[in-house]
């Protein structure tokens, strides 16, 4: 049992955090234009922009979510004066909505890929990939939000698997939390960690590449020429 967890637990962390780290740094040195999307919208659009749109919008709350339960400790929200009642109801709720929303966006994504001949004509193994894990690893997370909660009650997961997570992000590995989270628990940990070892070598890459320096750059105005600049600009072209 003492090497199963140090595997589990501690190896396949780290060696799934390495090559997700190594394996984009390569990816974006030796494949810069290859860094895409692999945009399929001039193929077939209604069903990417419903399926696209609920996968994306929910996925930032489960996202979000992630952040809030696992690497933020217990101890921040204790201090504002959320119970661990109150914490739960805000998870369970905003968790089971984003989870079934974004579950269902990848759905509508997978059958398109598999029914539109167009699409499916152009998918190679990495989209059947990229969509088959977060597939399983999206239901085994929502299989535990929905049925754990549901059918065996609340678990404070921020005291274990929040604890593990924490642990391994400051380098220094707790052997034996996880032993005692349920199994449910346990294997979403472990699929959600090949997620960020797969990420490299598909078209998640996209993830990193957000435009957000639109939010803070400066506007770009434009203005057309006054009446007094238009023969300036002519003659200056001519
Ligand atoms: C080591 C990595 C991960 C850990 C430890 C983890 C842990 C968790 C936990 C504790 C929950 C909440 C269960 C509950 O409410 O009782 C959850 C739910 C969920 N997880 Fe993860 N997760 C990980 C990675 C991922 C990844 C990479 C994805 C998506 C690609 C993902 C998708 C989901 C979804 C869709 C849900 C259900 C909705 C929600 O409650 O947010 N998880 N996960």
Redesign the pocket.
């Known amino acids: 049992m003492g090497f199963i967890n140090l595997l589990f637990w501690v190896i396949y962390?780290y060696v799934a955090i390495t090559v997700f780290v190594v394996g984009l740094v390569l990816r974006f040195d030796k494949d810069p234009y290859g860094w895409t999307s692999k945009s399929s919208q001039i193929l077939e659009r209604r069903m990417l922009m419903v399926g696209s749109m609920l996968f994306h919008w929910s996925?930032i709350?489960?996202?979000i979510?992630?952040i809030m339960?696992?690497v933020i400790p217990p101890s921040f929200y204790l201090s504002l004066g959320i119970s661990f009642s109150s914490y739960h109801e805000i998870?369970?709720y905003?968790?089971?909505v984003?989870?079934?929303l974004?579950?269902a966006g990848l759905v509508i994504l997978l059958i398109r890929r598999l029914a539109v001949p167009r699409v499916r004509a152009i998918a190679g193994i990495d989209d059947y990939v990229t969509l088959g894990?977060?597939l399983v690893?999206?239901?085994?997370?929502?299989l535990?939000?929905?049925g754990?909660?549901l059918f065996v009650g609340?678990?404070d997961?921020?005291y274990t698997?929040?604890a593990?997570?924490r642990s391994i992000l400051t380098l220094n590995p707790n052997l034996t939390i996880m032993a005692t989270t349920p199994y449910t628990?346990q294997l979403?940990?472990?699929?959600?960690?090949l997620?960020?070892a797969v990420l490299p070598f598909t078209r998640l890459v996209h993830i990193f590449s957000l435009p957000l320096p639109y939010l803070w750059r400066k506007n770009i105005v434009y203005r057309s020429m006054t009446k007094k600049e238009a023969p300036k600009v002519k003659s200056q072209t001519e």
């Open positions: 962390p996925f709350f489960v996202f979510g992630h339960g696992l998870a369970f905003g968790g089971a984003a989870g079934v974004s579950v894990v977060l690893v999206m239901s085994s997370g929502l535990n939000t929905l754990f909660s609340p678990y997961y921020r698997l929040g593990w997570i628990y979403h940990a472990l699929l959600g960690l997620f960020f």
